[in-house]
């Protein structure tokens, strides 16, 4: 049975860091009262300001405030240039004006953002894409996380590190800087609208990269990438991970695509299989078909299956609360882990006085649908010692991976931040029933 010494809790905390901030692009609201009438919008009239001033004051103004922003930006200027294209002719009316003028008005429609101010949690971790020149039994990893900043919006970032038969697990240092992609609208998996892709080549490493909210439907939060390494039936692998996207009104689920996490696509899903939260991947077609768990009513595990990975259908229950700690709900915690014995889940549990705890299953391998086994009582339960953060009690991840018959298993705390526990695959097989 489970216990305080059934896994091995690693000595590994990755925090938030309010230092870490990216350029996203900034829209100033343009509520009028009832009794106003303007003939030129918000934006109008600030870019208009602008353009008023000499050439003096344009200088004074564009070195003062580049001074902080070169601080933790590289490519200061190619950046704002290119906000100061996104909006002419767009936002603002089009206009040819000298170019450092160009960059003020690109400056006055950008804003720094704190993506990890207040918490650094929800992780899920993947084989690296670069496996090079690593010892025998040592792999690569990538770690996809939830950053939480300011009004409370999510937004992905990444760390990369090693795990070594010899060494154990490190996660490298994340970068100092963060770039702001490139971002062209692309054909949705939503009729009528339109996905994104984000062009990230000036990133040096994972680290770098910030998907930040971007379309009306992510303007409060993408959260929860559950992120998984896709074999196709041609041997070829992808970067495939799904998330919630929050308007602040609605949720809806959506998918991120990359070959290299350098050219990263993000549509929307469609079908009566992505009104709820909770779906992640198989990490290959099962008879044919894409395959997906997901929590479509709250309360149980489900299994879904599509033809061409954006259409899903409402699919079966597969499994449903039996313990008490995960009498409330039951949910996976990211993509399904194949091995030897069948589709290894993660899971979580919600108990009384709202506490999540982890938890694992086996389904079959041929039919994953047929529920093998479960862990009576938790992989890991909240500590009474880590109770304080964004949310008390509660215990989360969205995706483990397993190597050399050892489960990584990166979890958050507390809604807060990001920690590490290990246990070997045998031993908790074993503990199902």
Known sequence: MPGDDFVTHLPIDLRPDPSRVVVRPFMPADDQPPFLSASTSRAQRI????????????????????????????????????????????????????????????????????????????????PHPDQTGLAAGDVRLLLS?????????????????????????????????????RIKAIPGGAADDPGVRLFCEEARDPSEIVIFPVTPAQRHGIEDLRLVRFVDDDGEATYLGTYTAFSGGAIRQEILRTTDFVTIDLT????????????ALFPRKID?????????????????????????????????????????????????????????????????????????????????????GRLPEPLIRPDPREHDGYVPNVLYSCGAMVHERTLLLPYAIADSFTTFASVALDRLLAAME
């Not at 929307?268 to 779906?279: E, F, S, V």
């Not at 899971?347 to 009384?352: E, K, L």
């Not at 506490?355 to 694992?360: H, P, Q, S, T, V």
């Open 268 to 279: 929307a899903l469609r079908g009566p299989g992505t009104d709820n939260k909770g779906m």
């Open 288 to 372: 044919g078909r894409y395959a997906m768990l997901g929590r479509q009513d709250h309360e149980n595990i489900w299994l879904q299956t599509s033809n061409d990975l954006y259409s899903w259908e409402a699919g079966v229950k597969i499994v449903a609360p039996r313990y008490p700690w995960e009498f409330v709900q039951i949910g996976n915690c990211g993509s399904p882990i194949e091995i030897d014995e069948g589709w290894l889940v993660i899971t979580h549990g919600v108990g009384a006085v709202r506490n999540y705890c982890l938890g694992a299953c086996l389904l079959d391998k041929h039919d994953p649908a047929k529920l093998l």
């Open 145 to 181: 996380l939830r950053g939480l900043g300011e009004g409370n919006v999510s937004s992905v970032t990444f760390r990369t590190g090693l795990w070594s038969s010899s060494i154990g697990l490190t996660i490298d240092p994340p970068s100092l800087e963060a770039i702001t992609p």
């Open 47 to 126: 870019a208009d300001r602008v353009l008023g001033l000499d050439a003096a004051a344009v200088h004074r103004e564009f070195t003062h405030f580049t001074e902080g922003l070169e601080q933790h930006h590289r490519n200061v200027p190619e950046m704002l240039l290119r906000r100061f294209h996104d909006v002419n002719g767009l936002v603002i009316e089009p206009g040819s004006i000298d170019p450092e003028r160009s960059l003020l008005v690109g400056a006055y429609f950008s804003e720094e953002y704190s993506f990890e101010a207040a918490a650094l949690f929800n992780p899920a971790v993947v």
